[in-house]
């Protein structure tokens, strides 16, 4: 199965992943208090997202679950890892860098008006096709 390297360092930014259709976004939770919504990806998949929403806040690229992102760590700008609630939005520039370069690679959202998932950015990131 494929995984996700950083495209300039090669370094692995994902596990293993199968791609699926995009899952339609999930819609915000009822439960007071509970603002993050459940992971849009079921856990081991990527789908490619080409669409940007009229509000800006679909992130075009590789939407994948936050628990298979192994190989990022928080961009150094806090500003970039803003949101409304408990995490970010996402909507201010990537906020993921690789861990192993620095180079930014991807979005992670979990606000509650966003979806919660990481996309990764195809410019920063390529598909490893390599058996390990
Ligand atoms: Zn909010
Ligand atoms: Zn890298």
Do not use: W
Not at 5 to 31: A, N
Not at 34 to 39: C, F, G, K, L, N
Not at 45 to 72: C, K, M
Not at 76 to 84: E, L, N, T
Request: charged content about 20%.
């Amino acid at each position: 199965m494929p995984r996700f390297l950083c495209d300039h360092c090669r370094l692995p930014l994902t596990g293993p992943l199968t791609k699926v259709r995009l899952p339609p976004p999930v819609p915000m939770s009822e439960i007071p208090g509970i603002r993050t919504r459940p992971a849009r990806m079921p856990r081991g998949t990527y789908a490619r997202n080409l669409q940007a929403s009229d509000f800006g806040i679909e992130v075009p690229g590789f939407t994948v679950h936050p628990d298979d992102v192994i190989g990022t760590e928080q961009h150094p700008d806090v500003m970039r890892s803003i949101g409304c609630c408990q995490g970010s939005s996402g909507t201010d520039g990537p906020n993921l860098v690789c861990m192993g370069c620095a180079s930014e690679v991807g979005t992670r959202q979990a606000d509650c008006y966003t979806d919660n998932q990481v996309i990764l950015d195809p410019r920063a990131v390529c598909l490893s096709f390599a058996e390990d």
